[in-house]
């Protein structure tokens, strides 16, 4: 028979439990050993290849987002633009989330049985909360940025942030902050089947408490990727429409297609780690609010499916430094200019031939630092 919390993870990311809810516990029972005893050994092998998965995106968020963050105060420490002010709260904001994922590998370990005690569920959780709200608008807010940095670059002259930009950072955690309240104010540890478990429960005053999650479930997933996709698509999309309009890019067919590809790996990036994530969130949530039954097909998704959507959404953070800092060859450069100062030129020579950027090949910048 498997167990109840395998289900049970934090909130983002899985179906919680919920006491007055006990529609999977029914199921569950329901279910014969028959059919349900070839799945321990796989739910087994799966929460250790997903805690595996966690420590190792943990590791490589850690050492990209440190590097771009080394990087962007070495190189701009006088002078920040826009862009390098909303790169570098990007870069904070990852390594915050990638920070909050070896508690999230110990709990899957223990078959979701959560060891740190009601405070740290309610601050792990809130921290993963704000940081994914706030990764998601530090990229739309840098998409917008983009937008208008190339298309009145002809009107407008470089400038150091300022007083405003910092307000746009500091709006963008304030909002990420309001986002995350009602996760930080109802997340909890709850006893099922001899084990805690940490998880968001809604309060049973006056109507079901699932109504209540199921609707802030299809809000995370309106505010948290839906609007900021197509807030990204429109601004990119009307990028490229400008730069295929420029009478220099007419005569320079090569840098539009780098462009196009730039702007084309940046959109898909994001659609790609956290549409599967969001849409079996939707699907959570219409079980919640009663628009869809639960069935064996969502347990199997949920059990086997879900985990590796959750490592694709996570693995985002390891995206982002590559694909909003690193590829710029002036940080490529950088970058090879750290490694000679820490490490003998002879073991990473190989690296940095493969590394250097031929002088004849443009590439292709998908952020510009100067707004």
């Known amino acids: 028979m498997p167990d109840l919390n395998c289900c049970s993870h934090h909130d983002d990311f ?39 998965v966690y420590l190792i995106v943990c590791a490589l968020g850690l050492l990209g987002n440190l590097l771009v963050l080394y990087l962007l105060q070495s190189r701009y420490a006088k002078k920040k633009s826009t862009m390098t002010i909303l790169v570098m709260g990007l870069a904070v904001t990852d390594l915050q989330f990638v920070l909050t994922l070896p508690f999230w590998a110990v709990d899957t370990a223990m078959d979701f049985s959560w060891p740190f005690g009601k405070v740290m569920c309610k601050v792990v959780s809130s921290v993963t909360v704000m940081n994914m709200y ?7 807010a840098m998409s917008v940025t983009r937008y208008f940095s190339v298309t009145q670059a002809l009107k407008m002259k470089e400038h150091s942030a300022g007083y405003s930009d910092k307000l746009i950072c500091l709006s963008i955690w304030i909002v990420a902050g309001i986002a995350t309240l009602p996760h930080a104010i109802y997340s909890t540890t709850l006893v099922l089947t001899d084990e805690e478990l940490c998880i968001v429960k809604f309060p049973d005053i006056h109507s079901d408490p699932q109504f209540w999650l199921g609707l802030y479930k299809l809000l995370k997933v309106l505010a948290g990727f839906i609007l900021p996709l197509i807030i990204i698509s429109v601004c990119y999309i009307l990028l490229l429409r400008f730069v295929n309009r420029k009478e220099m890019s007419s005569s320079n067919p090569k840098r539009t297609s780098k462009v196009t590809k730039s702007v084309t790996i940046v959109v898909l990036s994001f659609f790609i780690c956290w549409l599967p994530n969001q849409a079996i969130t939707v699907w959570s949530a219409f079980i919640k609010l009663n628009m869809v039954n639960f ?23 390891c995206l982002n430094p590559i694909l909003y800092c690193l590829m710029r060859r002036e940080f490529r450069v950088a970058l090879q200019e750290l490694f000679l100062k820490v490490t003998p030129v002879r073991q990473i020579r190989p690296l940095l031939s493969s590394l250097a950027p031929s002088k004849k090949t443009q590439v292709p910048v998908v952020i510009s630092m100067s707004k």
């Open 14 to 52: 899985s179906f919680s439990l919920n006491q007055t809810n006990q529609s999977l516990e029914d199921f569950l029972k329901s279910l014969t050993f028959a059919d349900t005893e070839g799945h321990s050994d796989g739910f087994k092998v799966t929460r250790i290849l997903i805690s595996i």
């Open 134 to 140: 706030a990764s998601v608008f530090f990229l739309t």
């Open 295 to 317: 069935t064996g097909a969502f347990y199997t998704t949920q059990a086997y499916i879900f985990p590796i959507t959750v490592c694709l959404a996570h693995s985002n953070s």
